[in-house]
């Protein structure tokens, strides 16, 4: 029944999606040409999968969404750094950010855009400075709310550039159908590195999120490399621990902001429940585990965390970990007292910290202006609707 449909299909691993069609006594190529669909075309119609057949079309209809996720607003000029406000079906808003070619940031110098999802809609964690945490925290992202992000932003980049071909027909234009007929050729992806840095503390949504993060790395889905995939802590311990056991390679990387105790629970609340003593422990496990980059992510505050003594202490913890640290200036949030320090303060603390080797780099681009860190525009967004009614 239609009102029971509440699952979407791309919540759904190919494991999962095989059984289901194995119960509908359906052949298995009828799973792959499914994928091809949901994950190469983007399709967000049932009707266009014009090579299933109707009853199975009809069949999913019935059992599943298909559900695209809603534009409500975009901000940023293209090549350059562009926000996506989207809606959901419980009319929750989220944000992705989709950054153009950044050598210095995550990854090699190339053509590739990264984007920047969202898993939860606000965030209980409720770190000073930040604008997601401000009005508290919603809900969890289901799995296909995150794996649509990547979906809806390379189905709008594909209207964008006019590239999109008819689907489901062949070269002469002609529908086709039946097993037979295979898709057109795929279109172009867009964004092949991926950080888990919107709004919401990602490993607090662990099952959804390692579910979504299987289906955008699957080769049957997104085909996003793992080591091309980064999720973002504020520093939960025990599931750092717990991603360091599973199969995936994913990269880590962790919200310092702080290199004391004293400094870091200042502004990050959640440093009370898990200190640098036992977030250290679980990064020791994580590199025991795998022998791979970890990444500490420091927000320079004016006044608050970018002193000398806190650039030393930064600087220890890196060498033990091997880290590499992105530091980045403060992007203002309306209605918080902070600040970003001057550009010479940041430079010098860059200095500290490549005096004593550690590979850091300084965000010097300007992303700001079109209110670039995590859960601004959403929370610019609500602030307007609210004044308007
Ligand atoms: N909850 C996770 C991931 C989302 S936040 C985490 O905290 O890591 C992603 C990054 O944006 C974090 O490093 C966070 O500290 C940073 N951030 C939040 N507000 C910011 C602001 N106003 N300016 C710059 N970076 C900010
Ligand atoms: Fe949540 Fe991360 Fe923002 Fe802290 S920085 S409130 S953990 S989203």
Redesign the pocket.
Known sequence: MLTDVTTDIKSLTREELATVFNRWRQPAYRVAQLLQWLYLRRATEWDAMTNLPKTLRDQLKGEFMLQPLELVRKQGARDTTQKFLWRLTDHSLIESVLIPANPALYGEASDRHTL?VS?QVG?A?G?K????GLNGWKRNLMPHEIVEQVLAVERWHQRETGREKSEGRNADGALVTGAAAAPAPPPVRLINNLV???????LANYDNLLKALHILNAPWGGGIGARKITI???GLAPQIRKLADEPEQFRL???L?GATDEVRSRIMPVNRKYPLRELTAALEYYRSKRDRILTF?Y?LIAGVNDSLPQARALATLARRFQAKVNL??????EG?A?DRPSEAVCEEFLAVLEKQRVIATLRREKG?DIDA????LRLKTERELASTT
């Not at 888990?196 to 990602?202: A, D, K, L, S």
């Not at 980045?328 to 949030?333: E, G, K, L």
């Open positions: 920047c898993t965030c964690y770190c400075f930040c604008a997601s888990i840095m919107g709004m919401g503390e990602p973002s802590t504020s990387a962790v919200s902001h992510e927000i980045i200036p403060y992007n203002q949030v918080l902070w700001h860190a995590c859960g601004q």
